[in-house]
């Protein structure tokens, strides 16, 4: 197939609010490949196992453009129960590091970009007016066998409680499927936000209180709960076992956290980490894969795998599928390259001849 040049993709020299009304304002109208094969996510039919995490879906005219684009299931960047702006530039920083174990304690910055960056928006938000009106027309505009999931994160404030937080998230949750959202996404891990908001998944025992909060607000519709990089496994295994109960699937792995340190040697981002993203992540997080689904079979567990970590080919994907993971959400390459789902359907298709 003969592919357009030159389509719209974020633009990481803009900023996050450029970018957001900057949206593509065209759906391109070409053929997608199928994707052989049925697939359910969270017990949903689904016209492939290709996702898109909710880093480059923006608002609602990104997951149209994407929609358009070879991806069945789309997750609308976390939103919250109010707003709150995007970190100031740099945004996107790429760096240098061949494969990320989650012990590095600094990660190189280079000029030019070579399939990983370094992650720093911190949870914007829209005010829940916009991305509910939004987040609705989107939906109506899906077709059959696609998915809008809603990624959710709680806003912790100096004086709450673990319980205030719970709250807060069951209140955003209940607002997305409110919404008409498939599935709803809880944001566990954000490398870039220190409060407890973004540390969740460290603390399986909040992490699970949290996601039962959020369970008993929005009944039996699906739940996901997104998680970062556990090395150890008896902190993932203590993790899956708590959230099994509230959650019908673990999205892993929201990237790798690392400090940057730019060419002169000066730590970049006020000496905070920001998460890791795109290739380097790639086998760390096809391994947090197998871990998780080895626990799931000897804990017998019930719970899906979403795999999510430097998938950029067809190749990519089915080593996800064959350890263990029930579908995919690609980030960093949708970002780069808009036509990669495309192109993993056309490689698919032909490994099929």
């Not at 590091?97 to 190189?108: D, I, P, R």
């Not at 997104?226 to 993932?236: N, P």
């Not at 956290?257 to 993203?277: E, H, T, Y």
């Not at 959400?329 to 056309?346: N, S």
Request: proline share 5%; glycine share 8%; aromatic share 8%.
């Amino acid at each position: 197939m003969t592919h357009p040049d030159n389509l719209p993709h974020y633009d990481r020299e803009q900023t996050y609010e450029w970018n957001f009304k900057n949206a593509p304002a065209d759906v391109p109208r070409f053929e997608i490949p199928d994707f052989p094969g049925d697939w359910t996510y969270c017990g949903l039919p689904v016209n492939s196992p290709l996702g898109i995490a909710a880093g480059p879906l923006l608002n609602g005219k990104w997951i149209d453009y994407y929609a358009a684009l070879g991806f069945d299931m789309l997750t609308y960047k976390t939103v919250r129960t109010i707003e709150r702006n995007c970190y100031d530039l740099p945004n996107l920083v790429p760096v240098h590091v061949e494969e990320m174990t989650g012990s590095e304690e600094t990660v190189q910055a280079v000029d030019d970009l070579n399939g990983s960056w370094a992650v720093s928006f911190g949870m914007p938000s829209k005010e829940p007016r916009f991305w509910i009106d939004d987040a609705k027309r989107t939906k109506a505009e899906l077709k059959d066998g696609q998915l809008l999931s809603v990624s959710v994160v709680g806003t912790m404030q100096p004086e709450w409680s673990l319980e205030d937080l719970a709250e807060d998230y069951g209140e955003c949750a209940s607002s997305a499927f409110d919404a008409n959202a498939d599935c709803v996404e809880m944001n566990f891990s954000c490398p870039n936000v220190c409060s407890n908001d973004g540390q969740l998944f460290q603390n399986p025992q909040d992490a699970a209180f949290v996601a039962e909060a959020v369970r008993n607000r929005c009944g039996t519709k699906p739940l996901l709960v997104k998680i970062g990089y556990l090395r150890d496994d008896a902190a993932l295994e203590d993790l899956l076992v708590r959230l099994a109960n509230s959650v019908n699937a673990i999205v892993t792995t929201n990237s790798i956290p690392s400090q940057v340190m730019n060419s002169k040697g000066r730590i970049l981002f006020d000496g905070q980490q920001r998460g890791i993203c795109g290739r380097a992540t790639r086998d760390a997080s096809i391994d947090q894969v197998l871990r998780c689904r080895e626990i799931i079979g000897q804990q017998k567990l019930s719970l899906e795998v979403i795999g999510v970590g430097g998938i950029e080919t067809a190749s990519d994907v089915q080593r996800y599928l064959d350890t263990g993971a029930n579908s995919v959400q690609l980030a960093t390459a949708v970002m780069i390259d808009p036509l990669v789902g495309v192109k993993i359907r056309e490689q698919i298709g032909q490994r099929m001849l």
